[in-house]
């Protein structure tokens, strides 16, 4: 995974495919989704570049439970202080007790799907700490939002207080731009999961596929007249 310093407290972790986030508070992590299977030594080498263990890391928040989000959830969950929290939609699926729902796919997402989905080894099953609920607000501080339609338990975490907020996979960055991410199994909820993004003030909006964006950038795609869809 390559690092990308987004701010001194803010890292994102580029897989392939998929995305995770570090976010520093003092001695304290918080990771934001674990990345595809195989991903904890790079996760562990980001946090000794800034002179901690794995040990720092406390709450792990997964957005949904696709393989490149939560592949590595199992293995970051042997971490000394690592809690594992998902919403409780898709906390049955993390825990392998059933296995998730495929997405709905329009033709143009069928092909995008194969490219970018079709080798990725399945995350394995992994303990959940938490089952995460709508309007929750974690001791760090982050508060969750729901976004069903990805998946059951699609959400986004919002940090009020460092201006930020993690969309998962329910928004995409897309040529500067924010679009409705694909591969969803409820494309009519998604679209109405993302309206909730234009309550959202932040500085910084980050993705689980794209660059981050001005937050002004994510709020202004939310409050259009239509929903920025172009694989729709």
Do not use: K
């Not at 907020?165 to 960055?173: K, S």
């Not at 998604?190 to 994510?218: I, N, Q, T």
Request: a negative charge; glycine letters at 12%.
């Amino acid at each position: 995974m390559d690092v990308v310093d987004l701010r001194p407290d803010l890292r994102m972790l580029v897989g392939t495919p998929g995305q995770a986030y570090l976010h520093r508070r003092g001695d304290e992590v918080l990771l934001v989704d674990t990345g595809p299977v195989g991903s904890g030594p790079a996760l562990a080498a980001a946090l000794r570049d800034w002179g901690l263990g794995p040990e720092a890391v406390t709450d792990v928040v997964l957005t949904h439970w696709h393989a490149d989000h939560a592949g590595s959830a199992a293995e970051v969950a042997t971490w000394p202080n690592a809690r594992i929290l998902v919403h409780a939609a898709d906390a049955p699926v993390v825990r392998g007790e059933r296995p998730g729902p495929p997405p709905v796919l329009t033709p143009a997402e069928e092909v995008l799907h194969r490219q970018v989905a079709g080798d990725l080894p399945d995350a394995p099953p992994a303990r959940v700490d938490h089952e995460l609920a709508d309007g929750e607000v974690l001791a760090s501080g982050a508060r969750v939002l729901a976004t069903p339609g990805h998946t059951a338990g699609s959400l986004a975490l919002v940090l009020d207080d460092a201006g930020v907020v993690f969309t998962g996979d329910l928004a995409a960055e897309h040529e500067g731009g924010v679009i409705l991410g694909p591969f969803n199994v409820d494309r009519g909820l998604a679209h109405r999961s993302f309206r909730r993004f234009g309550g959202v003030d932040v500085e910084l909006a980050c993705f689980g596929h794209g660059r981050p964006v001005a937050g002004s950038v994510l709020r202004a795609a939310a409050l259009a007249a239509e929903v920025p869809d172009p694989l729709g």
